[in-house]
């Protein structure tokens, strides 16, 4: 199975066009870490259960593990670095203030603990609520559409707080549930 | 006002949401080769031949390493532990579990690699298999030949043959606290290089320290050789507590080539590579009074230690300090015994021993509170040791220092609603019995208490003043989630009156931090949290020294205004030295910086404590539970920052309750492992849990200044055997007793079918003074 045939594949990553001879076995989250060399999406697993690697692909949640890169060729690839460019890396001064409300919303509910999980589940949510438009989110739903995103520090209690209130931020109507608030 | 107590908002978090964390696997390191481990496919057997040639020739391979290419260990066990156990760096001639290192190969690429693990021929020759632990206490088959036993420690005590003659009720009960995969998101990563003649080596480990201690002695290094980093770690849960034969290959690999390497493994390694938890058969007797009061207890613990003795081993001391529990119990008996099976080893996670302790306790009290037919939450209140008793020493001789059982108790089933939950069971119980489609609830109660700290050992904290005021604290615990950086600043800026922002919190790296026993045992807050407090009021009281000299006033006189971070004399204000302007004095005048180093001496365990009160749904016709409710109170003594302890508790949770309902690695009879991958293994997701409903009493400890007690494990601890009781619960109108862990549908389905809806069979004695086996129910 070595040595296997290169193509030729052109990504816009972040809003930057990263091209590349690659692999053709290579996928999509091998060639963000490692072609564009941003390395906030991580990799949790090998058989697309963990969801760490999530990004967007065209404006859909993708598993970036589950891609090849050459299926993204010619697409557009949102990552966690690309989500509030202008926060930076989070060190400058109110650079919390800077971030993208899912973000904030993650770091104001304490939705993050050893921070694996986390990139991946911040393009998750933003993906969930996108969908849901101005449609409604109850805490069955974000727990649901985040089954695919595993995380082993918070017990998703803090996620799925963080995830209501992005969503109300963002002007989803959110059902009263009670919980996770 | 202090800080202290309030729910502040890390600090960690602005880059890991930003641009991710950096861990191991994502550092730069130019030009680093790749290591590949070639796994053993059998679970017991003899390497008759290994070809490596095909993968030595293959593009991209720099070197193919075998246990014979390694001028390094065996490593030998823990020095009490059966020596002739001891374990290569890679498979010695014999493999032993499914999954042990045997070839590494580095190249070029971790695709090179993969590619030449493909090409590498190794025959191996079958030996006897033992993977039941039960069946392994009398298998003739060993797996360390020479070492004439399979048992490589146990805690062996004669039993009382009268331990039960007083009791009106004795009740027994076989409980499997089944193997678990700890599981981090981030698996295990390492990376080495060469530097200046030293070797540097960043790890993925909850201390940096104990990798350091390990690479010197194994590696034959001099300390000062020997620089490790730990950056950004992806979850630890006690696994990334143990350091690996992998990583000492690394090391040894960045050595012989001086090239700098790395290794990341995939999941379906780490399944079968990262140590394994639990693994327990236990054998619980309880005995009492018909009117609910336990008198003798006797746990007897077979611990599965997997293929070769490593702290896994180990842990049944722990679950033998945490025998009797929460309860005044006068007569307490627990042996251990570990044993060897071909299987991966098993290390700490989360709660390491004492779960285990308090899953087995909290079922038998169920089971004899239903043999006298008493409400469960009755039979504990009456047991439970009351809170003028601290220091509480127990019947196997541990020192509980202090406790409100009793508070933590009421307060959950309070916030449970208790009552009002068994009413609901039971009108669910009637509609159930003319529709079995009426789903059955189940109340599950679990009080617990834990060691925290249990191992003996102080620990480092720092803390510097610079020129510019900024405030440097060194510490050597390691956080890998739990948000020491923002707990550790609160405790500085609570002692010195300094911003938040003005402090830097550094660990994880042997050349700035002298020392550090690491993060576990939920140790850090109580140990490091109070050295780093320890190092901070010293620091204030240089500083006084320094500003009294400045001010030309007495020492005495000079008090430190923490809402201004000032210096000045009683009574005025207006003449006063900043911490900045202090710092740079002390540089200046002194030529030495503005600091205080700490070792805050080991002042012994302290035991947390709680209730958790756990609601299940079960669907009796598909055997399906659903966790509806979890409710917990726990008692960490003060609570530092309310955010982090309840972080703290959901993480533990929802890791209780995945080992009660869903996950256990598995093997079949051959040794094969059945869940080797996230594909398989049912690690817990959002969908199979609730929100949680978390409360806290506080009860300070009088061990440290702080009044802390440790909260990283409570909530494994507590949970299990809630969410374990309520399933137990649910199903109890229907006859069955007693369903292991975890209650799958197809177990809870096979329970309900085999107890017909009619009382089971269960090994309960009612005559006093039988303790042989008597007559059924």
């Given at each position: 199975?070595?040595?296997?045939?290169?193509?030729?594949?052109?990504?816009?990553?972040?809003?930057?066009?990263?091209?590349?001879?690659?692999?053709?076995?290579?996928?999509?989250?091998?060639?963000?870490?490692?072609?564009?060399?941003?390395?906030?999406?991580?990799?949790?697993?090998?058989?697309?259960?963990?969801?760490?690697?999530?990004?967007?692909?065209?404006?859909?949640?993708?598993?970036?593990?589950?891609?090849?890169?050459?299926?993204?060729?010619?697409?557009?690839?949102?990552?966690?670095?690309?989500?509030?460019?202008?926060?930076?890396?989070?060190?400058?001064?109110?650079?919390?203030?800077?971030?993208?409300?899912?973000?904030?919303?993650?770091?104001?509910?304490?939705?993050?603990?050893?921070?694996?999980?986390?990139?991946?589940?911040?393009?998750?949510?933003?993906?969930?609520?996108?969908?849901?438009?101005?449609?409604?989110?109850?805490?069955?739903?974000?727990?649901?559409?985040?089954?695919?995103?595993?995380?082993?520090?918070?017990?998703?209690?803090?996620i799925v707080a963080s995830a209501l209130a992005a969503a109300?931020?963002?002007g989803v109507a959110v059902a009263r549930t009670g919980a996770g608030e | 006002m202090s800080i202290l107590g309030n729910r502040v908002l890390r600090r960690e978090d602005p880059k890991f949401l930003t641009v991710g964390g950096t861990y191991v696997g994502d550092l730069p390191l130019e030009g680093a080769l790749h290591v590949t481990f070639v796994r053993s496919t059998a679970a017991h057997a003899r390497i008759e031949s290994v070809d490596v040639e095909g993968a030595r020739s293959a593009p991209g391979v720099v070197a193919v390493y075998t246990d014979a290419d390694i001028d390094a260990g065996p490593v030998a066990p823990m020095g009490f532990l059966n020596q002739a156990m001891k374990r290569s760096f890679l498979a010695d001639g014999v493999v032993r579990y499914v999954g042990e290192p045997v070839i590494a190969i580095?190249?070029?690429?971790?695709?090179?690699?993969?590619?030449?693990?493909?090409?590498?021929?190794?025959?191996?020759?079958?030996?006897?298999?033992?993977?039941?632990?039960?069946a392994a206490v009398s298998s003739e088959t060993m797996i360390f030949e020479g070492a004439d036993t399979n048992v490589p420690f146990e805690l062996q005590f004669p039993e009382d043959p009268a331990l039960f003659d007083d009791c009106e009720v004795v009740v027994r009960q076989r409980i499997v606290n089944q193997r678990v995969a700890p599981c981090p998101l981030e698996a295990r990563a390492a990376a080495a290089e060469m530097v200046e003649g030293r070797l540097r080596f960043f790890a993925s480990t909850q201390g940096a320290h104990g990798v350091k201690e390990t690479l010197v002695a194994q590696l034959g290094l001099a300390p000062e050789d020997v620089h490790v980093i730990s950056p950004d770690v992806g979850g630890g849960f006690g696994a990334k507590g143990s350091v690996y034969t992998e990583e000492l290959v690394v090391g040894w690999c960045a050595r012989a080539l001086g090239r700098p390497v790395r290794w990341s493994e995939t999941r379906s390694d780490s399944m079968v590579g990262l140590g394994h938890g639990r693994g327990q058969v236990q054998n619980?007797?309880?005995?009492?009074?018909?009117?609910?009061?336990?008198?003798?207890?006797?746990?007897?613990?077979?611990?599965?230690?997997?293929?070769?003795?490593?702290?896994?081993?180990?842990?049944?001391?722990?679950?033998?300090?945490?025998?009797?529990?929460?309860?005044?119990?006068?007569?307490?008996?627990?042996?251990?015994?570990?044993?060897?099976?071909?299987?991966?080893?098993?290390?700490?996670?989360?709660?390491?021993?004492?779960?285990?302790?308090?899953?087995?306790?909290?079922?038998?009290?169920?089971?004899?509170?239903a043999e006298i037919g008493l409400d469960p939450a009755q039979v504990r209140r009456r047991n439970l040791i009351q809170a003028d008793a601290f220091p509480y020493t127990t019947a196997v001789g541990t020192k509980y220092d202090s406790g409100d059982y009793l508070r933590a108790f009421e307060l959950a089933l309070e916030n449970a609603g208790y009552d009002d939950l068994r009413a609901e069971q039971a009108r669910r119980r009637e509609a159930g019995s003319s529709d079995r489609s009426v789903k059955q609830i189940g109340i599950g109660i679990?009080?617990?208490?834990?060691?925290?700290?249990?191992?003996?050992?102080?620990?480092?904290?720092?803390?510097?003043?610079?020129?510019?005021?900024?405030?440097?604290?060194?510490?050597?615990?390691?956080?890998?989630?739990?948000?020491?950086?923002?707990?550790?600043?609160?405790?500085?800026?609570?002692?010195?009156?300094?911003?938040?922002?003005?402090?830097?919190?550094?660990?994880?790296?042997?050349?700035?931090?002298?020392?550090?026993?690491?993060?576990?045992?939920?140790?850090?807050?109580?140990?490091?949290?109070?050295?780093?407090?320890?190092?901070?009021?010293?620091?204030?009281?240089?500083?006084r020294e320094l500003a009294a000299d400045l001010l030309e006033a007495d020492p005495a006189d000079i008090v430190l205004d923490k809402a201004g971070g000032r210096f000045h004399v009683a009574g005025t204000p207006s003449i006063s030295r900043s911490w900045r302007e202090l710092g740079a004095a002390s540089i200046e005048r002194d030529g030495v910086p503005l600091q205080a180093e700490a070792d805050f001496e080991y002042p012994g365990a302290t035991?947390?404590?709680?209730?958790?009160?756990?609601?299940?749904?079960?669907?009796?016709?598909?055997?399906?539970?659903?966790?509806?409710?979890?409710?917990?109170?726990?008692?960490?003594?003060?609570?530092?920052?309310?955010?982090?302890?309840?972080?703290?508790?959901?993480?533990?949770i929802a890791q209780g309750v995945a080992q009660a309902l869903l996950e256990e690695f598995r093997y079949d009879a051959g040794g094969n492992p059945l869940t080797a991958n996230l594909a398989d293994y049912s690690f817990i997701s959002a969908v199979e849990l609730p929100s949680f409903e978390t409360a806290f009493t506080e009860t300070p400890t009088p061990l440290n200044t702080l009044g802390v007690k440790g909260i990283g494990e409570a909530g494994t601890i507590g949970s299990t055997p809630a969410v374990h009781n309520a399933v137990c619960d649910a199903l109890a109108h229907l006859g069955v007793r007693h369903v292991d862990m975890p209650a799958t549908p197809e177990r809870v389905w096979e329970a309900i079918q085999s107890a017909g809806g009619s009382p089971t069979e269960s090994d309960t004695e009612t005559a006093t003074g039988a303790t042989g086996p008597g007559p059924g129910a």
């Open positions: 199975m070595s040595a296997s045939k290169s193509v030729r594949v052109e990504i816009k990553v972040n809003g930057k066009a990263v091209a590349a001879e690659v692999e053709a076995r290579l996928l999509l989250v091998q060639f963000i870490r490692d072609v564009a060399g941003l390395k906030g999406t991580n990799i949790g697993c090998d058989t697309t259960s963990c969801g760490a690697c999530t990004v967007l692909l065209n404006g859909q949640s993708v598993k970036s593990c589950t891609v090849l890169a050459a299926q993204a060729d010619g697409a557009s690839i949102l990552t966690i670095e690309g989500l509030a460019p202008e926060a930076g890396d989070g060190s400058g001064e109110g650079a919390a203030s800077l971030m993208h409300p899912v973000q904030r919303a993650f770091h104001e509910n304490h939705g993050l603990q050893c921070g694996y999980c986390t990139p991946g589940m911040v393009m998750a949510v933003t993906s969930l609520i996108a969908e849901a438009g101005p449609g409604e989110l109850d805490e069955a739903a974000i727990r649901e559409g985040l089954e695919g995103n595993l995380c082993r520090c918070t017990g998703y209690h803090n109300r931020e963002a | 580095v190249a070029e690429s971790r695709e090179a690699g993969a590619d030449a693990a493909e090409l590498v021929v190794i025959e191996y020759e079958p030996l006897p298999v033992v993977v039941d632990p039960e619980v007797t309880i005995g009492g009074t018909r009117a609910g009061q336990i008198t003798a207890y006797r746990l007897n613990v077979l611990q599965d230690s997997g293929a070769y003795a490593d702290i896994g081993a180990v842990l049944p001391f722990m679950t033998r300090q945490m025998a009797p529990g929460v309860y005044a119990i006068p007569k307490v008996e627990c042996s251990t015994r570990s044993i060897l099976t071909n299987t991966v080893p098993t290390v700490a996670y989360r709660g390491a021993g004492r779960p285990e302790a308090t899953a087995a306790l909290e079922r038998v009290v169920d089971c004899f509170a679990s009080s617990y208490v834990e060691i925290t700290a249990p191992i003996a050992g102080g620990e480092f904290g720092a803390v510097e003043v610079r020129p510019d005021g900024k405030v440097i604290v060194r510490t050597g615990t390691s956080p890998h989630g739990q948000g020491h950086a923002t707990a550790w600043s609160m405790i500085v800026a609570d002692a010195m009156g300094v911003a938040l922002e003005d402090i830097e919190v550094i660990h994880g790296d042997t050349d700035i931090v002298p020392r550090g026993g690491g993060t576990g045992g939920s140790r850090s807050l109580q140990l490091g949290g109070t050295a780093v407090n320890q190092a901070a009021g010293e620091v204030v009281d240089r500083a035991f947390p404590f709680g209730t958790h009160v756990s609601v299940v749904e079960v669907d009796i016709e598909t055997g399906q539970v659903r966790l509806l409710r979890h409710i917990s109170v726990d008692d960490a003594g003060k609570i530092m920052n309310p955010l982090l302890a309840e972080g703290q508790v959901h993480g533990g």
